[in-house]
């Protein structure tokens, strides 16, 4: 079954703290996606990456990084976190199919607190 | 650029009776398109897509969609609501040229009894 983990559900960090968010997937896909989720604003996308170390800024990269140094993983770093970083995290993975366009498979969600 | 209207924030039914979700995008060619689920406290769960063909599409859980091209629309049925069917919905459209995904900002859906 396909499958996308999240290193964990909940987060309370402090600010200034560097925080680092870990995604697994287990199906061999090619990209990978991290996205926030905050009410009424739908999900919108941060960073993604479509092979081992290649990354490209999504819609709202600002104060955040990624990692992806192996195919299975994808890592978000919040260097220095601020409170306006609060909020819900979904990572996500998709297979690359040249001339097709494929569905993103989610994790479960990291609910970030940054006091 | 591409983008995805959802209009309704919310939206109750009664359990049993029937509900539309609708979906607009923007977008110069023809859309893949997509509709999520979110439980609460989950991720996303793929319903049904849409990429070519047919325009009417079947998904899980006995919903359904019409691709409606004049319109831009991408509207999710479904017959006959059960209170599991309580969730946030979300319509997604991708773009031919990556594999980046545009999210609508979700509809809520509260199932009464």
């Known amino acids: 079954d396909v499958k996308v983990t999240q290193s964990s559900r909940y987060l309370v960090k402090r600010t200034g703290e560097k925080v680092f968010l870990e995604c697994v997937q287990d199906?061999?896909?090619?990209?990978m996606f991290w996205y926030r989720q905050d009410p009424g604003l739908g999900l919108r996308l941060i960073y993604f990456?479509?092979?081992?170390?290649?990354?490209e800024k999504g819609d709202i990269p600002e104060g955040y990084s990624v990692s992806r140094e192996k195919k299975e993983r994808f890592s978000l770093i919040l260097e220095s976190a601020s409170t306006n970083q609060t909020s819900m995290y979904l990572c996500?993975?998709?297979?690359?199919?040249?001339?097709?366009?494929?569905?993103?498979?989610f994790g479960p969600g990291t609910r970030l607190t940054v006091l | 650029a591409q983008s995805v209207t959802q209009p309704d924030i919310h939206i109750t039914v009664s359990e049993g009776a029937s509900l539309e979700l609708r979906c607009n995008y923007s977008?110069?060619?023809?859309?893949?398109l997509f509709w999520y689920v979110q439980s609460p406290g989950q991720g996303l769960q793929l319903l049904l897509k849409?990429?070519?063909?047919?325009?009417l599409v079947q998904g899980i859980k006995g919903f359904e969609a019409e691709f409606k091209r004049s319109q831009s629309s991408f509207n999710l049925r479904k017959p006959s609501v059960h209170w599991s069917d309580a969730a946030e919905y979300f319509c997604?459209?991708?773009?031919?040229?990556?594999?980046?995904?545009?999210f609508g900002t979700g509809t809520s859906l509260t199932v009464i009894p």
């Open positions: 849409y990429f070519s063909g047919d325009t």
């Open positions: 996500a993975s998709s297979p690359e199919t040249s001339g097709y366009f494929n569905e993103q498979f």
């Open positions: 990456s479509y092979d081992v170390k290649m990354k």
């Open positions: 977008y110069g060619a023809t859309p893949y």
């Open positions: 997604a459209v991708g773009e031919h040229t990556g594999n980046q995904f545009y």
């Open positions: 199906m061999d896909h090619e990209n």
